[in-house]
């Protein structure tokens, strides 16, 4: 945790991680940004000042303002992204998971085709000297190699990165610089007059916009990586990168406009990025380029990673297998996540095969996610007390503009917009079903006072007639109080197979929207017999309920609050630790007739995703030697309401 304190400082180390981590995806822009805007279009002072004026403003407004100085400030105890800035908000309003859904699927969605187009444009450099490289297999190979290594951890690179990514951002500067001293006059683009005169004058305007919008699409990737590097580290490199980015975008302005008039350029092959480099230079410029693009391409893989790996904790997600390969904080692998990406990337190559057909496809998804920023951002700032007039002012302006650019995205649906669409849909449908799933199971589980109970399981406890079960038996319990227990486990105690042990305890497990509390509450319900522990876990920490829970016990057992020692005779003279036994209860839905159609869907899907889910028992780290696991139906329907006549046999 100190390494996280540290963090919130200004550090030379973390300006260095900042650099390597949060600046891959918006960094690597320059390579395809000025290709898309120009396309297939003639070059022009209008389009070529127009397109630099709005790549600056776009910097300045989405990224620079709405990110860097309003967003980060939505921090939760250090922590940003999606989530965290849920659990910031949803006390404010139930409806506001739903954007926070949407944003998480867009953001995942968008880690499909960021490796892809970014490697592509990086690598395709190569072919304005050598004409007939087979780029595409080279591609292929190197997002291969990245997907394998994930399983290792990329603790080990990524010490790397930051003087790489210093490197990548100064070279990108002086060239722009080598350009701009040409044509000083280019950096009339910095008035917002030539971004209007292009958008009013052109009518392909609204496709100009969704290709502008490629220069900030790594903008949520700042938030995400708040907790990695901290709002002062992300605050103070911006003002790097941000000049570096601008210089670079003008100077291959001004290669452009040394162009002016001309149509038959063909900028797949000539990219303006790799024209302001001297030939000399060519080979190392696409050589630190396409390592930029691996950094970029690790970064978004990583927040991938740790997307699921909250979903999962916040109930909103499949329970999936989650490694931690090394001890950095933060440091997590997927695989199951991992794998699909892998071949979600292999399937964005196959389609699209170049850059400039990826270019098509991305933006779409993450225009919706960033709109989904701004509502949450809207609803945390009405938290913090800003005055309402400055929330509609903030309001307005993003929803305006980035409705803009989601319109100016629209057109590319049919070019491939519709492939991250259809996966971010894919994935809205999967985490809404294991959401609402969970919130239908709980309508029926019953509750009970527990205190009714207490005389009953101290008496069992003592009564030698029953065999023992366990001398100490654990059972993991979703009520939130403490005065209630779920029904089936006193079934499961009393009833389904009696169950006597020397001590009963309940562990409860609650979520809690700081990222890294680690807190447990101990009640002793009846002492020495029934003991429950709550645990409150951040979003962000790794639920081995098997070690926290030794671990309570351990402090249980030094302070003499409890005695684990076995109380068979034979081994309590030798004072040997009796035995520990879990118990899991599983809630099956027994008959769906009285759910709507809309209910029995999605208990449909939910009972396909808990086959390729894991179980309960692993999902909470428990050592699967020491569990038993009990499926309990839930009854929709109590006995009671149930109708029927007795037919007199005689008659």
Known sequence: MSNHKDLQKLSASGLLISLGIIYGDIGTSPLYVFKAIIGTNRISETLVLGGVSLIFWTLTLQTTLKYVVITLRADNKGEGGVFSLFS???????????????????????????????????????SSRYHNLPTFYIVVGIITFLFFIQQYGSSIVGRAFGPIMFLWFTMMGVLGISYIVQMPSILKGLNPYYAYQLLSSDYNAFVILGAVFLCTTGAEALYSDLGHCGRPNIRATWLYVKPCLLLNYFGQAVWLLQRNGRNDIDLNVFNPFYQIMPSWFLIFGIGIATVAAVIACQAVISSSFTLIAEAVRLNLWPKVKIVYPSDQKGQLYVPSINWILFAGCLGVMWLFKKSEAMEAAYGLSITVAMMMTTILISNFLKRKKVPTYIIVMFFVMYIVIEGAFLLGNLHK?????????????????????????????????KFIEIDDYFNIIKEMSEDHTVPKYASQLVYMTSANFNSEIESKIIYSILQKKPKRADVYWLVHVDVVDEPYKRDYEVDFLVPGKLIRIDFKLGFRVEQQINLLFRKVVEDLVKNGEVDITSRYESLNKHKIVGDFRFVVIEKVLSRSHNLSLYERFIMFIYVQLKKVSLSEERNFGLDLSFVTVEKVPLMLTSPDSVEIHRVDVSS
């Open 413 to 445: 649906f049919i070019d491939g917009g519709w492939f991250t669409l259809s996966i971010g849909v894919v994935l809205f449908i999967v985490m809404w079903t294991w959401y609402s799933a969970r919130k239908i199971k709980n309508r029926f589980v």
């Open 88 to 126: 910031l908000v949803r006390r404010r309003a139930k409806w506001l998971i739903i954007p926070a859904i949407i944003g998480w699927c867009a953001l995942l969605a968008d880690g499909i085709i960021t490796p892809p187009i970014t490697i592509s444009a990086a690598i395709e450099g190569l």
